[in-house]
């Protein structure tokens, strides 16, 4: 099967179900959508086996071009909307695509390729045109990913790999239904809101609500509007609506009995007060629309507390892990009675890993084999060789550790690990997710830097504009004292400028590094 097909079968199980939740588009008028955007696209010269990109905030007219182009069977370059047009030259030219289908605020000169209006309106269907023969082994995206080393590579992903992902996702069955709805405002050329937008929704018959920005009062209005079952987001966003709830909370003077009636629900339920609890939780949830079931975190690791706070919600808060290499959720966390530090669950369906090399701590490299890894970097035999190994497993490069529950646990990108000169490892997650709870600071990197010779452990934070780097650094001298003496940071900078970002939110260490090398962080304590 290829995703058209999966679309199809889709639309014959639940043609009525609404696919584009805002605009009132069902599956069944969906597929029909498609089909005149394929015979636009034909018109335009769009053949089998074309590279032709997407550039496009969450808008319907991505998915209907999406499907459009896997109709005519050409391959979907998925483009970043926070690039350059010297990037978007560069990647044409690595991928050889000969159309970008972008909004217009993005179209700009170039002899690379030739643009075409994805907000344009198509004409009627061509009867004559057929769904290309495209078989599963056939490459249905193309995106680009980068390391540490900030050397980008190529992942080309096939329908299979595509279909199997959207497969393994039956595994969230008992919070995912049929006629859901969606929240949609991960961009969808990233792989996380890729894999929630298009292949959970397509998979479960379910309804995707497009949102093209990050307004927090638009994002609230169609909680309130639209109700979503189902909501994806960043763990970093997830922080920020917990803290704002709380901060409301408290401001009405009822933390007290909130944060008492939340933490002892369960025991309360049982002792006959199940309508304290729901008339307690009942304003916090009604912020969400009053339907939400599941909440989803993905692209980085989720703090225990933040995790915590929602179940005692009543809400099901899943962790998802992957890479763009294995098409996002290869692995998804399972709710638990007691949460664990950074869990995100166990493979999924048809997938497989292995921990190696691992140290006295039981942490090692997490290495992954199955239907939902990619094939190998584009034209890059180099870097395939050093992923792959003979038996066909994936170096993630990411430190895990398994409990006894069978759960994998994040500890850190084996690239970022910072090895002291004693030998010792510093894990950069856990020292951030320590000081980004110190007031005033809005965000931290945590890096390996040489100082008088030396390597350290070094932090640049963001902060406030009334923090005074005295201050920071009481701060930090008494989050060190929760951690061994060899992880302490002794050696730091501070900002009131926000750390570079990647479009998930996660801080772009590399950048941060050669920005404190040139100067750019003035204000330091070495």
Known sequence: ???YQLLERTAQTWPDNLFLVREGVNYKDFVDLVKARAASLDKAGVNK?????????????FPITLFALWYLGATVLLLDTNLTPFEYDNMATITECKMVCAEKSFVYKTDKFKFYDITKKDGKINPDLKPAAVESVDVATMSFTSGSTGIPKVVPLTHFNLVECANSLESMAEWIRPGDILYGFLPMYHVFGFGVEILATVHFGAGVLLQPTVNPKEIMADFKKFSPQVIP???????VFRNRIIDNVKSQKKWWLVSFVLKYGKTLQKIGLGALVRKVQKPILDVFGGRARLLVAGGAATKPEVETFYERLGLTFIQGYGLTETVGPICISKPTKKRFPFAF??????NECEIRDKNEDGVGVLWLRGHQVFGGYLNNEAANKEIFDERGFFNTGDMVSMDKNGELHFAGRKKQVI?????????PDELEGMY????GVKN???????VKDKTVTYAVFSVEPDVTIEQLGAHIAAANKKVASYKWVT????TTEDLPLTSTQKVKHHVVRQNLINGMYPDRHE
């Open 491 to 494: 050696h730091f900078a501070m």
């Open 1 to 3: 099967m290829n995703m």
């Open 436 to 439: 980004i709870t110190i007031p």
């Open 345 to 350: 669950g166990a493979p999924t369906l048809n």
């Open 233 to 239: 987001a960043v763990p970093r966003l997830w922080e």
């Open 444 to 450: 931290v990197a945590v890096f390996e830097h040489r």
């Open 49 to 61: 086996g074309d590279v032709v990109g997407i550039l496009s905030h969450n808008i319907p007219e």
């Open 419 to 427: 090895v002291l000169d004693s030998g010792k490892n510093v894990y």
